[in-house]
């Protein structure tokens, strides 16, 4: 009678028995993946894991494009702080309308209504505020 043939793939170092079935299974697979290997070094693909370092992995080097870049997070937070420098020094009565019109989202037209003063009173107003802001910002 012919002798069972044993079947050991190396797992962690180590010859682990297993079937015939999963020996053959495994030595496909392990080909298949040297076989995409050798393919993609000869299309010259490139691996970012190729850059990996004890310290980082070259993943980490990916620009993440959806997010915004960190100098143009700094200069809009350094605009609205000198933005914010530059309402304190308004008048009341300026800093009121600023508010109302673009931080409360009104009209000049519900303004008109609210105050009893002409649309175009307002709308004179709020661009000689903002040329005095763009000034003020400018300095």
Do not use: W
Request: charged letters at 35%.
């Amino acid at each position: 009678m012919a002798e069972k043939k044993e079947y050991r793939i190396k797992v962690q170092g180590q010859l682990v028995p297993v079937s015939e079935e999963v020996y053959f299974t495994y030595h496909r697979m392990k080909r298949r993946e040297t076989y995409l290997e050798e393919r993609d070094t000869a299309n010259g693909v490139f691996y970012y894991s190729a850059m990996d370092t004890a310290e980082t992995t070259g993943e980490d080097g990916i620009p993440d494009l959806a997010s915004p870049r960190v100098e143009d997070v700094v200069v809009a937070k350094l605009i609205t702080e000198k933005l914010h420098q530059c309402l304190a020094q308004l008048s009341k009565e300026e800093q009121a309308l600023i508010s109302a019109l673009y931080f409360q989202g009104k009209s000049q037209a519900e303004l008109e209504r609210e105050t009893g003063i002409k649309q175009q009173t307002i709308s004179y107003r709020e661009r000689q505020i903002r040329l005095k802001l763009k000034k003020m910002i400018e300095k």
